[in-house]
């Protein structure tokens, strides 16, 4: 059975970092696109990074600058390092796959398989 797992949200400060984790089971996420959404509440989801197979990144304005997409293939996963977190990144992070990117922008098009999601709360 294809799964994505999400892990390491939490409650951080504004400022602070968290590094969130996409862990793939079932199939290899090699041949795929991966994408970070999330979703506020009362706030429909948005795209915020995605990085094609061959490694090509998008960015949400939002959130240039302060986060970082990655994928491990050898460990059939993916990460989003997060930093400089303010109030407004609070939100449900979910990763997906995607069958590929749209040209000239770079997101994520396609998707497939979802994780359940991980909140994410800045707060002091």
């Known amino acids: 059975q294809e799964q994505l797992v999400e892990s390491g949200g939490g409650l951080v400060q504004p400022g602070g970092s968290l590094r969130l984790s996409c862990a793939a089971s079932?199939?290899?996420?090699?041949?795929?696109?991966i994408g970070w959404f999330r979703q506020a509440p009362g706030k429909e989801r948005e795209g915020v990074s995605c990085?094609?197979?061959?490694?090509?990144?998008y960015y949400v304005d939002s959130v240039k600058g302060r986060f970082t997409i990655s994928r491990d293939n050898a460990k059939n996963a993916a990460y989003l390092q997060m930093n400089s977190l303010k109030p407004e990144d609070t939100a449900v992070y979910y990763c997906?796959?995607?069958?590929?990117?749209?040209?000239?922008?770079?997101?994520?098009?396609?998707?497939?398989?979802w994780g359940k999601g991980t909140l994410v709360t800045v707060s002091s």
């Open positions: 997906a796959t995607a069958i590929g990117i749209v040209v000239g922008t770079g997101e994520c098009a396609g998707m497939r398989d």
């Open positions: 079932g199939f290899a996420l090699d041949a795929y696109a």
């Open positions: 990085i094609s197979s061959d490694r090509r990144v």
